[in-house]
């Protein structure tokens, strides 16, 4: 079964953002959040724990996710 994604999961570090319990990360390109390098480590994979994460089905999936959490940790992002 298909675990739940929850938001505390995921550390926002200096350089991208990491699914700690699978240890997925994005790592977008400078200037271009949108834009980036997605490594799925164990996503997908069932882990010792019995935990089962599914990635996005598809690319706009993830960058909305990814474009959210970015816009609300990002002091620099406007808000309107």
Do not use: C
């Not at 990814?66 to 620099?76: D, F, H, L, N």
Request: glycine content about 10%.
């Amino acid at each position: 079964m298909t675990a739940p994604v929850q938001r505390d999961q995921f550390k926002i570090w200096s350089k991208g953002i990491t699914h700690e319990p699978t240890g997925a990360t994005y790592t977008p390109h400078p200037g271009a959040p949108h834009s980036g390098i997605m490594n799925l480590n164990q996503l997908g994979n069932l882990l010792p724990n019995g935990d089962d994460y599914r990635p996005p089905r598809s690319a706009n999936d993830d960058g909305s996710v990814v474009g959210r959490v970015r816009q609300r940790e990002s002091p620099s992002v406007r808000r309107s």
